[in-house]
Protein backbone atom coordinates (compact mmCIF):
# COMPACT_ATOMS: atom_id res chain seq x y z
CA UNK A 1 0.00 0.00 0.00
CA UNK A 2 2.98 2.07 0.80
CA UNK A 3 4.51 1.92 -2.66
CA UNK A 4 1.33 2.74 -4.16
CA UNK A 5 0.60 5.54 -2.75
CA UNK A 6 4.52 6.49 -3.44
CA UNK A 7 4.45 5.25 -7.06
CA UNK A 8 1.04 7.69 -7.21
CA UNK A 9 2.42 10.75 -5.60
CA UNK A 10 4.89 10.70 -8.35
CA UNK A 11 3.14 10.21 -11.24
CA UNK A 12 1.38 13.29 -9.98
CA UNK A 13 3.99 15.26 -9.39
CA UNK A 14 5.59 14.28 -13.13
CA UNK A 15 2.02 15.07 -14.83
CA UNK A 16 1.99 18.61 -13.09
CA UNK A 17 5.48 19.22 -14.35
CA UNK A 18 4.33 18.14 -18.06
CA UNK A 19 0.95 19.88 -18.25
CA UNK A 20 1.78 22.80 -16.42
CA UNK A 21 2.58 24.74 -19.99
CA UNK A 22 -0.64 23.58 -21.03
CA UNK A 23 -3.05 25.61 -18.27
CA UNK A 24 -2.67 27.35 -14.92
CA UNK A 25 -1.73 24.22 -12.67
CA UNK A 26 0.57 24.99 -9.11
CA UNK A 27 1.66 23.12 -6.72
CA UNK A 28 1.68 24.57 -3.24
CA UNK A 29 1.58 24.21 0.25
CA UNK A 30 3.09 25.16 4.21
CA UNK A 31 5.15 22.86 6.73
CA UNK A 32 4.90 23.95 10.42
CA UNK A 33 6.53 22.40 13.18
CA UNK A 34 7.80 23.03 16.50
CA UNK A 35 8.00 21.67 19.95
CA UNK A 36 5.09 21.56 22.60
CA UNK A 37 4.42 21.62 25.87
CA UNK A 38 1.28 19.93 27.42
CA UNK A 39 -0.06 19.41 30.65
CA UNK A 40 -3.75 17.29 31.29
CA UNK A 41 -5.11 18.40 34.62
CA UNK A 42 -7.46 15.28 35.65
CA UNK A 43 -4.38 12.86 34.40
CA UNK A 44 -1.62 14.57 35.91
CA UNK A 45 0.59 14.18 32.86
CA UNK A 46 3.34 16.10 31.04
CA UNK A 47 4.60 16.04 27.65
CA UNK A 48 7.10 17.90 25.78
CA UNK A 49 7.61 16.86 22.34
CA UNK A 50 7.90 18.16 18.58
CA UNK A 51 4.67 19.27 17.25
CA UNK A 52 2.27 16.79 15.16
CA UNK A 53 0.04 18.88 12.94
CA UNK A 54 -2.99 19.86 15.17
CA UNK A 55 -0.16 21.07 17.53
CA UNK A 56 1.58 23.85 15.03
CA UNK A 57 0.16 27.26 14.39
CA UNK A 58 -0.95 26.19 11.00
CA UNK A 59 -1.66 22.30 9.87
CA UNK A 60 1.09 20.92 7.37
CA UNK A 61 -0.53 19.88 3.74
CA UNK A 62 0.80 20.10 0.17
CA UNK A 63 -1.50 20.53 -2.66
CA UNK A 64 -1.63 20.69 -6.78
CA UNK A 65 -4.82 23.25 -7.79
CA UNK A 66 -5.27 24.02 -11.71
CA UNK A 67 -8.10 26.14 -13.42
CA UNK A 68 -8.62 26.79 -17.19
CA UNK A 69 -10.24 29.91 -18.60
CA UNK A 70 -13.51 28.91 -21.26
CA UNK A 71 -15.84 30.74 -23.05
CA UNK A 72 -18.40 33.37 -22.39
CA UNK A 73 -16.54 34.07 -19.22
CA UNK A 74 -16.55 30.68 -17.47
CA UNK A 75 -14.06 28.99 -15.61
CA UNK A 76 -13.29 25.24 -14.93
CA UNK A 77 -10.65 24.02 -12.27
CA UNK A 78 -9.59 21.24 -10.10
CA UNK A 79 -8.09 21.30 -6.47
CA UNK A 80 -6.00 18.09 -5.15
CA UNK A 81 -4.92 18.93 -1.21
CA UNK A 82 -3.24 16.48 1.53
CA UNK A 83 -2.08 16.94 5.14
CA UNK A 84 0.99 15.71 6.58
CA UNK A 85 2.47 15.30 10.20
CA UNK A 86 5.67 17.26 10.37
CA UNK A 87 6.86 15.25 13.32
CA UNK A 88 6.84 11.87 11.30
CA UNK A 89 6.26 12.73 7.67
CA UNK A 90 3.52 10.84 7.26
CA UNK A 91 0.24 11.38 6.03
CA UNK A 92 -2.49 12.74 8.25
CA UNK A 93 -4.95 10.23 7.50
CA UNK A 94 -3.32 6.92 6.41
CA UNK A 95 -5.97 5.86 4.26
CA UNK A 96 -6.07 8.94 1.94
CA UNK A 97 -3.64 10.88 -0.20
CA UNK A 98 -6.03 13.87 -0.18
CA UNK A 99 -7.52 14.00 2.81
CA UNK A 100 -8.51 17.37 2.44
CA UNK A 101 -9.69 18.34 -0.64
CA UNK A 102 -10.34 16.48 -3.90
CA UNK A 103 -12.84 18.61 -5.84
CA UNK A 104 -13.48 19.69 -9.29
CA UNK A 105 -15.75 22.50 -10.17
CA UNK A 106 -16.87 25.81 -12.58
CA UNK A 107 -17.66 28.64 -12.58
CA UNK A 108 -18.33 32.59 -13.71
CA UNK A 109 -17.73 35.81 -12.17
CA UNK A 110 -21.13 35.38 -10.16
CA UNK A 111 -21.08 31.77 -8.73
CA UNK A 112 -18.72 28.51 -8.56
CA UNK A 113 -20.02 25.05 -8.22
CA UNK A 114 -18.20 22.21 -6.79
CA UNK A 115 -18.25 18.70 -6.40
CA UNK A 116 -16.02 16.06 -4.84
CA UNK A 117 -14.14 15.47 -1.23
CA UNK A 118 -14.75 18.91 1.03
CA UNK A 119 -15.09 20.26 4.44
CA UNK A 120 -17.92 21.85 5.61
CA UNK A 121 -18.55 25.63 6.28
CA UNK A 122 -17.58 25.77 9.79
CA UNK A 123 -13.75 24.94 9.85
CA UNK A 124 -11.39 27.09 8.72
CA UNK A 125 -10.26 25.39 5.31
CA UNK A 126 -10.53 26.14 1.45
CA UNK A 127 -12.41 26.05 -0.51
CA UNK A 128 -15.96 27.37 1.06
CA UNK A 129 -15.04 28.88 5.10
CA UNK A 130 -17.62 30.61 5.85
CA UNK A 131 -15.44 30.95 9.15
CA UNK A 132 -12.65 32.17 7.05
CA UNK A 133 -15.12 34.20 4.91
CA UNK A 134 -16.20 36.00 7.80
CA UNK A 135 -12.90 36.30 9.60
CA UNK A 136 -14.26 34.05 12.83
CA UNK A 137 -10.90 33.29 14.40
CA UNK A 138 -8.56 36.27 14.44
CA UNK A 139 -6.22 33.80 15.31
CA UNK A 140 -5.77 31.89 12.56
CA UNK A 141 -5.14 28.67 14.13
CA UNK A 142 -6.61 25.27 14.97
CA UNK A 143 -4.29 24.46 18.04
CA UNK A 144 -5.72 23.59 21.52
CA UNK A 145 -7.63 26.03 22.63
CA UNK A 146 -8.03 28.58 20.18
CA UNK A 147 -10.17 28.02 17.24
CA UNK A 148 -14.46 28.15 17.68
CA UNK A 149 -14.61 25.06 15.84
CA UNK A 150 -13.19 22.66 18.72
CA UNK A 151 -16.76 23.19 20.57
CA UNK A 152 -19.53 24.24 17.73
CA UNK A 153 -20.68 22.01 14.94
CA UNK A 154 -18.26 21.44 11.94
CA UNK A 155 -18.83 17.85 10.03
CA UNK A 156 -14.93 18.19 8.96
CA UNK A 157 -13.93 16.53 5.55
CA UNK A 158 -16.75 14.66 3.49
CA UNK A 159 -17.14 13.05 0.90
CA UNK A 160 -19.73 12.93 -1.80
CA UNK A 161 -20.30 16.36 -1.57
CA UNK A 162 -21.32 19.36 -3.68
CA UNK A 163 -21.26 23.12 -2.63
CA UNK A 164 -21.83 26.60 -4.19
CA UNK A 165 -20.94 30.03 -3.73
CA UNK A 166 -21.96 33.06 -4.96
CA UNK A 167 -18.27 34.89 -5.89
CA UNK A 168 -18.72 38.18 -5.45
CA UNK A 169 -15.98 39.35 -2.64
CA UNK A 170 -17.87 42.36 -1.41
CA UNK A 171 -21.81 42.26 -0.42
CA UNK A 172 -24.47 40.10 0.00
CA UNK A 173 -23.12 35.90 -0.35
CA UNK A 174 -24.79 32.82 -0.02
CA UNK A 175 -23.22 29.53 0.03
CA UNK A 176 -24.83 25.85 0.01
CA UNK A 177 -23.31 22.42 0.72
CA UNK A 178 -24.60 18.87 1.02
CA UNK A 179 -22.83 15.69 1.45
CA UNK A 180 -24.77 11.84 1.50
CA UNK A 181 -21.36 9.75 1.35
CA UNK A 182 -21.76 6.38 2.33
CA UNK A 183 -19.66 5.55 6.04
CA UNK A 184 -19.59 2.20 5.78
CA UNK A 185 -19.55 1.08 1.92
CA UNK A 186 -21.28 -2.78 1.22
CA UNK A 187 -23.76 -2.45 4.54
CA UNK A 188 -27.22 -1.35 3.24
CA UNK A 189 -28.14 0.37 6.22
CA UNK A 190 -30.99 1.32 4.74
CA UNK A 191 -32.30 -2.41 3.93
CA UNK A 192 -31.36 -4.25 6.68
CA UNK A 193 -32.53 -1.56 9.46
CA UNK A 194 -34.70 0.96 8.27
CA UNK A 195 -32.07 3.58 8.81
CA UNK A 196 -30.24 5.92 6.04
CA UNK A 197 -27.50 4.23 4.24
CA UNK A 198 -25.75 7.33 4.09
CA UNK A 199 -24.26 10.07 6.57
CA UNK A 200 -26.82 13.25 5.02
CA UNK A 201 -25.07 16.86 6.11
CA UNK A 202 -26.37 19.86 4.85
CA UNK A 203 -25.33 24.10 5.44
CA UNK A 204 -26.64 26.78 3.94
CA UNK A 205 -24.92 30.67 5.13
CA UNK A 206 -25.62 33.79 4.01
CA UNK A 207 -23.81 36.85 4.97
CA UNK A 208 -22.47 40.53 4.29
CA UNK A 209 -19.06 41.17 3.30
CA UNK A 210 -18.19 45.11 4.09
CA UNK A 211 -14.99 46.86 4.22
CA UNK A 212 -14.56 46.78 7.50
CA UNK A 213 -17.71 44.85 8.78
CA UNK A 214 -18.13 41.13 8.15
CA UNK A 215 -21.31 39.65 9.68
CA UNK A 216 -23.75 35.91 9.04
CA UNK A 217 -25.27 33.02 9.99
CA UNK A 218 -24.76 29.20 8.90
CA UNK A 219 -27.36 26.52 9.51
CA UNK A 220 -25.94 23.15 9.86
CA UNK A 221 -27.88 19.74 9.78
CA UNK A 222 -26.56 16.11 9.66
CA UNK A 223 -29.03 12.90 9.74
CA UNK A 224 -26.79 10.84 11.85
CA UNK A 225 -25.14 7.48 10.43
CA UNK A 226 -26.44 4.63 12.63
CA UNK A 227 -25.45 1.32 13.22
CA UNK A 228 -27.18 -1.90 14.50
CA UNK A 229 -27.99 -2.28 18.18
CA UNK A 230 -28.43 0.95 19.04
CA UNK A 231 -31.26 3.33 19.37
CA UNK A 232 -31.47 5.72 16.37
CA UNK A 233 -29.82 9.13 16.60
CA UNK A 234 -32.12 12.24 16.43
CA UNK A 235 -30.53 14.71 13.84
CA UNK A 236 -28.22 17.61 14.76
CA UNK A 237 -29.59 21.21 14.26
CA UNK A 238 -27.05 23.89 14.25
CA UNK A 239 -26.97 27.84 14.24
CA UNK A 240 -23.81 29.90 13.71
CA UNK A 241 -24.15 33.85 14.11
CA UNK A 242 -20.83 35.30 13.21
CA UNK A 243 -19.34 39.35 13.11
CA UNK A 244 -16.56 40.57 12.70
CA UNK A 245 -14.86 44.19 12.42
CA UNK A 246 -11.61 45.27 10.72
CA UNK A 247 -10.34 49.39 12.44
CA UNK A 248 -7.87 49.49 9.53
CA UNK A 249 -4.99 46.84 11.21
CA UNK A 250 -6.72 45.72 14.95
CA UNK A 251 -9.74 43.15 14.07
CA UNK A 252 -11.86 41.38 16.18
CA UNK A 253 -14.66 39.23 15.50
CA UNK A 254 -17.69 36.96 18.08
CA UNK A 255 -19.26 33.94 17.30
CA UNK A 256 -22.56 32.45 18.87
CA UNK A 257 -23.57 28.90 18.75
CA UNK A 258 -26.80 26.96 18.95
CA UNK A 259 -26.55 23.10 18.82
CA UNK A 260 -29.20 20.52 19.17
CA UNK A 261 -28.85 16.82 19.53
CA UNK A 262 -25.06 17.10 18.90
CA UNK A 263 -23.53 14.20 18.84
CA UNK A 264 -19.87 15.15 19.17
CA UNK A 265 -18.20 18.83 20.30
CA UNK A 266 -16.10 20.15 17.30
CA UNK A 267 -14.70 17.16 15.27
CA UNK A 268 -13.63 15.30 17.68
CA UNK A 269 -15.48 11.77 18.21
CA UNK A 270 -14.42 11.83 22.15
CA UNK A 271 -18.48 12.09 23.76
CA UNK A 272 -18.53 8.88 25.13
CA UNK A 273 -15.65 9.37 27.61
CA UNK A 274 -17.35 12.82 28.00
CA UNK A 275 -20.44 11.15 28.70
CA UNK A 276 -18.97 8.36 31.29
CA UNK A 277 -15.47 8.93 31.98
CA UNK A 278 -15.86 10.86 35.19
CA UNK A 279 -17.59 7.73 37.36
CA UNK A 280 -16.66 5.03 35.56
CA UNK A 281 -20.10 4.46 33.44
CA UNK A 282 -19.77 2.85 29.71
CA UNK A 283 -20.19 6.11 28.00
CA UNK A 284 -20.26 4.05 24.72
CA UNK A 285 -23.43 2.23 26.09
CA UNK A 286 -24.84 5.28 27.04
CA UNK A 287 -24.97 6.77 23.28
CA UNK A 288 -25.58 3.68 22.26
CA UNK A 289 -29.14 4.23 24.50
CA UNK A 290 -30.00 7.63 23.61
CA UNK A 291 -31.67 9.20 20.55
CA UNK A 292 -31.24 12.98 22.00
CA UNK A 293 -27.37 13.82 22.12
CA UNK A 294 -25.97 17.39 23.93
CA UNK A 295 -27.81 20.76 23.58
CA UNK A 296 -25.08 23.33 23.45
CA UNK A 297 -24.37 26.77 23.57
CA UNK A 298 -20.89 28.96 23.23
CA UNK A 299 -19.68 32.40 22.80
CA UNK A 300 -16.34 32.86 21.48
CA UNK A 301 -14.00 35.89 20.82
CA UNK A 302 -11.01 36.87 19.12
CA UNK A 303 -9.25 39.52 17.89
CA UNK A 304 -5.56 40.49 16.06
CA UNK A 305 -3.38 43.17 15.93
CA UNK A 306 -0.36 43.61 13.33
CA UNK A 307 2.38 45.39 13.98
CA UNK A 308 4.78 45.47 10.73
CA UNK A 309 6.48 41.99 10.96
CA UNK A 310 4.94 41.54 14.00
CA UNK A 311 1.10 39.98 15.39
CA UNK A 312 -0.65 39.32 18.22
CA UNK A 313 -3.75 37.03 18.26
CA UNK A 314 -5.88 36.04 21.51
CA UNK A 315 -8.33 34.12 21.71
CA UNK A 316 -11.75 33.12 24.64
CA UNK A 317 -14.76 31.12 24.16
CA UNK A 318 -17.29 29.72 26.69
CA UNK A 319 -19.11 26.76 26.32
CA UNK A 320 -21.95 25.10 28.13
CA UNK A 321 -23.26 21.60 26.82
CA UNK A 322 -26.07 20.06 28.60
CA UNK A 323 -26.56 15.57 27.99
CA UNK A 324 -30.31 15.05 26.92
CA UNK A 325 -29.77 11.53 26.26
CA UNK A 326 -29.86 8.37 28.58
CA UNK A 327 -29.04 9.67 32.40
CA UNK A 328 -29.07 6.39 34.21
CA UNK A 329 -26.05 6.40 36.76
CA UNK A 330 -24.61 9.80 35.85
CA UNK A 331 -22.98 12.29 38.02
CA UNK A 332 -23.56 14.95 35.78
CA UNK A 333 -25.64 15.70 32.71
CA UNK A 334 -24.42 19.16 31.70
CA UNK A 335 -20.88 21.30 32.25
CA UNK A 336 -19.30 24.01 31.30
CA UNK A 337 -15.41 24.79 29.85
CA UNK A 338 -13.26 28.16 29.29
CA UNK A 339 -10.84 28.27 26.95
CA UNK A 340 -8.35 30.98 25.46
CA UNK A 341 -5.23 31.30 24.52
CA UNK A 342 -2.29 34.03 22.79
CA UNK A 343 -0.31 33.84 20.02
CA UNK A 344 2.33 35.98 18.38
CA UNK A 345 4.20 35.71 15.60
CA UNK A 346 6.92 37.21 13.56
CA UNK A 347 6.95 37.21 9.45
CA UNK A 348 10.49 37.32 8.38
CA UNK A 349 8.93 37.17 4.74
CA UNK A 350 5.49 36.55 3.29
CA UNK A 351 6.61 32.99 3.71
CA UNK A 352 8.33 32.40 6.26
CA UNK A 353 7.24 33.31 10.07
CA UNK A 354 8.31 32.04 13.52
CA UNK A 355 5.41 31.54 16.20
CA UNK A 356 4.95 30.62 20.02
CA UNK A 357 1.48 30.48 21.81
CA UNK A 358 0.25 29.31 25.06
CA UNK A 359 -3.42 28.53 26.03
CA UNK A 360 -5.34 27.51 28.89
CA UNK A 361 -8.50 24.96 29.09
CA UNK A 362 -10.65 24.22 32.24
CA UNK A 363 -13.82 22.46 32.15
CA UNK A 364 -16.54 21.99 34.74
CA UNK A 365 -19.27 18.35 35.62
CA UNK A 366 -19.75 17.26 32.38
CA UNK A 367 -16.67 18.70 31.11
CA UNK A 368 -14.61 17.80 34.14
CA UNK A 369 -12.58 14.86 32.53
CA UNK A 370 -12.18 15.97 28.54
CA UNK A 371 -8.15 16.36 27.79
CA UNK A 372 -8.99 19.06 25.17
CA UNK A 373 -11.27 20.95 28.15
CA UNK A 374 -8.50 20.55 30.48
CA UNK A 375 -5.07 21.66 29.79
CA UNK A 376 -2.32 24.01 29.40
CA UNK A 377 -0.40 23.95 26.33
CA UNK A 378 1.86 25.98 25.01
CA UNK A 379 4.43 26.00 22.14
CA UNK A 380 7.43 28.06 19.73
CA UNK A 381 7.64 26.83 16.12
CA UNK A 382 8.76 27.83 12.54
CA UNK A 383 6.15 27.89 9.46
CA UNK A 384 7.63 27.58 6.01
CA UNK A 385 4.71 28.40 2.69
CA UNK A 386 5.61 27.42 -0.79
Known amino acids: MKKFKLVAIATMLAGTTLCASAADVQMYGLVATGVVYQHIRHQDTNTFKLANALESSDQSRWGIK ?3 ALQNGWYAGFQLEGGF ?4 GEMANGSKIFDRVAR ?8 EVSGGHMAGFTIASDPYSVYGRLGANMTRTSMQGFAPAAFSYQPGYVDNAIAFRTNAKHGLFLQGFYSNGDV ?4 DEEKDFDW ?3 RHVGQLATGWVGEKLRFGGVYSYEMQQNTPNITKRDATHGIHLIASYNFGGPAVSGVYYHGKNDWRLGAASDLGKIIGGANGVNGQKVLADSSEGLTTNAFYMSATYPMG ?13 EWEGDKKNLKHDDGSAVLGGVIYRYHFSKRTNVYSAISYARGDDLLGEAARFNQCFATVGLVQRF
Do not use: C, M, W
Not at 184 to 187: L, M, R
Open 66 to 68: GRE
Open 104 to 111: IYVGNETI
Open 196 to 198: SDR
Open 184 to 187: KPGV
Open 85 to 88: QPDS
Open 309 to 321: KHNLGAALGFVKA
